[in-house]
């Protein structure tokens, strides 16, 4: 396949295009949704097709097709260059490139992964998503619904460039996830969440605390402790931020803030900022293609998808803005190295600045000492997702969340909305605990400009942070 | 088989196109299993899309094309989805639908059978121009709007615009004897700018999404610009208090939307999430209130003869006066429930709308949402506002991420201004809005005569609740 790519670069080339690049995904997806007894849905897609970027005169163009036949290729690159000609007598901000050396990966890089999806059938992955829901049942109370859900995404991502870069490996995801909703003596609904998952095989559910079993009890428990919680106050208070939550902060309200494409049109707060204190010494912001899965969990992503190898940036260095995220036209641009960030869906977009495995590093703090120097606050716990803006303000729900008072968990909470401005809440942090976690998985996903759900990874340790805005009950 | 999906079909002849292959693709199931159902879907639209932001150009096009089977024998259920619409990506996905079932027991006992053959709906509106619109031209428009935006005020930091142009049809077969197709084209843009003073920075966004017609641009990146600079200078609330709010349609599409556009959905009612189970006849909002879900409104890019699995989309009451009247159904879960199909069934539809629809499994989604406008105009209700009120002017952030079982949400209003004694004053810095779409329907105060057109296929005018915890 990738003969056919660097056919493609030549045949844009030859047009008249001063680089081109040419991709090719070949990926597998595998949907299992289990919804009480029944089995809603037993679902396998074939994601196939190619895509081409022309670039002329400091504008892009891109071209995509389904289909790998010659004639379809062809035009796919004649309609990207032809749009790339459209593009630049517009364009007055160009990202053009700079030469750099042939990137080559292995034939098939991958990540090792001990029990790979394709090696067990689909009577091995049913089970994982019936163990899940059998153990939510016999740890949950009141259930109204529990929800069971395995998900696996692999196969080829292939790219070619104009340059000679050549690269093939090998893109993986598995995912176990369990919802239980559980009904109160009056009536009301509340929910309770358990997961595992990332680039892993299927080992990964036969480790402690990632089994079936593992995540229906995680989520069988929360739901029957929130039979009980009560609602959070609104306002103004201390808290403690549990490493899912701190993950969703690190990618979606900052992570975003500091992709190329939105510093290079000064869309972001933080064009113009680098070297500039925007947080505390307790707050370093990394975004990196390939963590130490092993012992932290997230996302192998080797390349993007303009063929840069990852890289491990940091973007806050205890408090201080260092980096922006790249794509190679934003990196030149803005004077920095690429990053290794520029990233699509599938073939069906060009590649923007996106974000890999995006978290917070850990920092020295035991969960004791976290609490200790919280003292009275709220406990944010998980996420079911959120929404910034381009100024940084954020919006986040967690799933569950617990008073606390001088140091000691007390009364559990439903379901918490935080809110504010990540540059804000920056300033405000005091410490950071040792453990840093990073979740991924193939449910949800990044949904920049409409190219969603791209999967990453987020993370990070707890947080304790001195004033967060939460949505409640006006008293 | 024959081969399709060489190139783009034409608008005419696509829908002929695609049954063929439908009803080929049937044929050939049937030879890998005799005793199966099948049902079969075929999708391509071609796409182009243009966004220019501060001086940076992207555009693409290309035709998505897919298919997507699913098989059933003895109640075992399967789908099977690949890209393209070749009969040789079609008989993979036939192949791996039937692998499936007969590999493990995934029995569900509910399933009843694939859809039977139904009269179809009508086609929505559709503009020729659309069909012949190039990308240099979707280019040149969100320049356009984009200078435009720039030049309102030099306080325009930034301003960024999307345009997009798409059509295409889908076909659907199935071993009960149906086949259906549809086709529908739509042409949208958008416009974003960015104000900026001091620290301040404030977001406003215009829009035009139709299929009758091509874009109006014109004025409309002046419009976002002005909004943009309407909001700076904005102050604290520096309260928390519980007031009534007044949502402007686009916000108040984005209540409607996250809330009974989730809880009236036929799989979240007979699963037991939606708390609107059961209340059938019952009052659950003020009597001012009423919602239809309308799936054959020409204008809207929603509109096709027939939904996602071939059933006829129609118009529905959801809450009349108040009542709970019906919920949405696809063909399944009516089955369960005891219904008729509504036409609701979605691959990937709605405001989110998935890029490749044949890879999603069927869900039901609202079509498209009208609330029927009430007697008030936005200048009315503004000034029978007694004492403090909050006037959001954007969809709040968050207001997506709700729990249909819970119904509590909680968002930040970054879009509002202070209504006073009847005035409105000042913008507001962002205030956190939160409490219950249940109970706010039911102290939904007020729905005013401005009905607009969003992006969230939600037709809605002026709506104002009380009863919502703000902070400020």
Request: proline share 3%.
């Amino acid at each position: 396949m990738l003969e056919k790519l660097e056919k493609c670069v030549e045949i844009g080339e030859k047009l008249g295009a001063e680089f081109v690049e040419a991709r090719f995904d070949d990926l597998t997806l595998r949907t299992l949704l289990r919804v009480n007894d029944t089995w809603k849905d037993v679902a396998l897609g074939s994601r196939e097709g190619f895509g081409v970027a022309c670039y002329f005169s400091g504008a892009s163009g891109y071209s995509f097709t389904s289909s790998g036949g010659r004639e379809e290729l062809e035009t796919a690159v004649e309609r990207a260059f032809r749009i790339a000609k459209a593009s630049a007598k517009v364009v007055s901000l160009r990202l053009d490139f700079e030469q750099r050396p042939a990137v080559k990966s292995k034939r098939s890089e991958a990540y090792p992964l001990k029990i790979h999806p394709q090696a067990r059938d689909l009577a091995y992955k049913t089970d994982l998503v019936n163990r899940a829901v059998d153990s939510a049942r016999a740890f949950g109370e009141s259930i109204a619904n529990v929800t069971g859900m395995y998900g696996e995404l692999y196969g080829h991502k292939m790219f070619a460039n104009s340059e000679g870069s050549s690269t093939d490996w090998n893109f993986e995801l598995v995912d176990l996830t369990c919802l239980v909703t559980s009904r109160t003596d009056v009536g009301d609904l509340v929910n309770g969440f358990g997961h595992a998952g990332g680039t892993a095989g299927l080992e990964l559910f036969n480790t402690e605390g990632s089994t079936p079993e593992d995540i229906g009890m995680e989520a069988g428990v929360h739901a029957k402790e929130q039979l009980k919680a009560k609602v959070c106050p609104a306002g103004k208070f201390r808290a403690l931020i549990e490493n899912e939550l701190v993950g969703v902060l690190a990618h979606e309200s900052f992570g975003h803030l500091s992709e190329g494409d939105f510093v290079v049109t000064e869309g972001s707060p933080l064009a113009g900022k680098i070297n500039a204190t925007l947080g505390t010494e307790h707050a370093t912001i990394v975004d990196q293609g390939y963590p130490d899965i092993s012992r932290f969990g997230g996302l192998w992503i080797p390349y993007d998808d303009q063929g840069t190898k990852a890289n491990k940036t940091t973007v806050l260095d205890k408090g201080v803005l260092k980096h922006y995220l790249h794509s190679r036209g934003t990196a030149k641009y803005l004077r920095q190295e690429p990053t290794g960030n520029c990233r699509a869906i599938h073939f069906g977009f060009i590649p923007i600045p996106r974000m890999t495995n995006t978290y917070f590093e850990a920092g020295r703090l035991t969960k004791e000492e976290a609490l200790e120097l919280l003292d009275t606050g709220i406990y944010a716990i998980q996420t079911s997702g959120g929404q910034v803006e381009g100024d940084g303000s954020f919006l986040f729900k967690a799933i569950r969340g617990y008073k606390v008072q001088k140091g000691q968990i007390r009364e559990p909470l439903r379901e918490v909305a935080l809110s504010g401005n990540i540059l804000n809440l920056l300033s405000k942090v005091e410490g950071a605990t040792r453990d840093l976690r990073i979740r991924s998985g193939y449910f949800g996903g990044c949904g920049k400009s409409g190219q969603a759900p791209l999967p990453c990874g987020l993370g990070g340790p707890e947080l304790v942070v001195s004033a967060v805005t939460f949505g409640g009950e006006a008293s | 088989m024959q081969s399709t999906g060489k190139k783009a079909l034409d608008y005419q002849n696509i829908k002929d196109e695609l049954l063929s292959t439908v009803d080929t693709g049937i044929k050939c199931a049937r030879t890998v299993d005799a005793e199966a159902e099948f049902e079969i879907y075929l999708f391509q639209r071609n796409v182009a899309r243009a966004t220019v932001e501060q001086g940076v150009v992207d555009a693409a096009d290309g035709i998505v094309e897919g298919n997507a089977v699913r098989a059933a024998k003895r109640n075992n259920v399967s789908f099977a989805s690949s890209s393209g619409i070749s009969t040789e990506r079609l008989k993979r996905s036939i192949e791996e639908a039937i692998a499936s079932i007969r590999s493990v027991n995934i029995r569900d006992e509910r399933f009843k059978g694939f859809c039977e053959p139904k009269k179809p709906g009508n086609e929505g509106a559709f503009a020729d121009e659309i069909l012949q619109l190039d990308k240099e031209r979707l280019i040149e428009y969100a320049d356009t709007l984009v200078k435009d935006g720039r030049a309102f005020d030099k306080r325009i930091l930034t301003a960024g615009s999307s345009c997009t142009a798409e059509w295409g049809g889908f076909a659907i077969g199935n071993t009960q004897g149906l086949q259906q197709a549809s086709r529908s084209v739509s042409n949208t843009c958008n416009v974003q700018c960015l104000a900026t003073e001091g620290d301040e920075r404030r977001v406003a966004y215009e829009y035009d999404i139709t299929r009758e017609r091509l874009i109006r641009i014109e004025g409309m990146g002046r419009k976002a610009a002005e909004k943009a600079v309407s909001l700076l200078g904005a102050r604290r609330l520096d309260r928390t208090a519980v007031l009534p709010t007044i949502w402007e349609p686009i916000s108040a599409a984005s209540y409607v939307y996250s809330s009974l556009g989730q809880s009236v959905r036929g799989e979240h009612v007979v699963e037991g999430r939606s708390p609107l189970a059961g209340k059938i006849g019952k009052e659950v909002a003020n009597r001012h209130l009423t919602i239809t879900d309308d799936g054959q409104d020409p204008s809207s890019i929603s509109t096709e003869a027939v939904d996602d699995e071939g059933q006829p989309q129609q118009t529905s009451v959801i809450i009349r006066s108040g009542r709970l009247v019906q919920f949405l159904f696809d063909n399944y879960y009516a089955g369960i429930y005891g219904a008729q199909s509504t036409g609701n069934a979605s691959r990937g539809g709605g405001p989110f709308a998935s890029a490749l629809p044949y890879e999603a499994t069927l869900q039901i989604r609202p079509k498209y949402l009208k609330v029927e406008p009430g007697r008030k105009s936005l200048d009315d209700i503004i000034s029978s506002v007694d004492g403090q009120a909050v006037l959001i002017v954007d969809a709040p952030i968050g207001i997506f991420h709700s729990s249909v079982s819970t119904g509590e949400f909680s968002s930040v209003a970054q879009s509002s201004f202070l209504v006073e004694n009847g005035e409105r004053k000042c913008p507001l810095h962002p205030v956190s809005v939160s409490g219950n779409f249940y109970t706010g329907f039911r102290q939904l105060l007020s729905v005013g005569t401005d009905l607009e057109m969003t992006p969230f296929t939600v037709e809605t005018p002026s709506i104002v609740f009380d009863g919502f915890s703000i902070v400020g």
